[in-house]
């Protein structure tokens, strides 16, 4: 079991930076994919990121590359998405999820391939004004 809990959302205007935290505890996410979503108001959750563990190597969509970047630090248990240059159709909340039990990105083409995730946090609001 592990608990993930997500942090760093707020209101920012347009172009500005917000990093989220996804802390996790119950077990170490050393060894499994962590991804980010999100779901914007009256649309589908969409996936914006993932990193494989222990590789490290990750994926991102095409709507935030580039300006999105994915990052862990073991020793505190956390995955970290810096966002840079947000826009208004960045708003929604975002939620990080594992598994624990794959190790790479279940991602192909810029996307998820599923959704399914057993562990998901509460989610973080991110706004961005115009």
């Known amino acids: 079991q592990v608990q993930l809990v997500e942090s760093g959302g707020g209101l920012v205007p347009s172009g500005g930076s917000l990093r989220l935290s996804c802390a996790a505890s119950?077990?170490?996410?050393?060894?499994?994919?962590i991804g980010w979503f999100r779901q914007a108001p009256g649309k589908e959750r969409e996936g914006v990121s993932c990193?494989?563990?222990?590789?490290?190597?990750?994926h991102y969509a095409d709507s935030v590359k580039g300006r999105f970047t994915l990052s862990r630090d073991s020793a505190k248990n956390t995955v970290y998405l810096e966002m840079n240059d947000l826009k208004p159709e960045d708003t929604a909340v975002y939620y990080c999820?594992?598994?624990?039990?794959?190790?790479?990105?279940?991602?192909?083409?810029?996307?998820?391939?599923?959704?399914?995730?057993?562990?998901w946090g509460q989610g973080t609001q991110v706004t961005v004004s115009s």
């Open positions: 119950g077990s170490s996410l050393d060894w499994y994919a």
């Open positions: 990193i494989s563990n222990p590789d490290g190597s990750t």
């Open positions: 999820a594992t598994d624990m039990k794959s190790h790479y990105c279940p991602w192909a083409a810029g996307k998820p391939l599923r959704y399914d995730y057993d562990f």
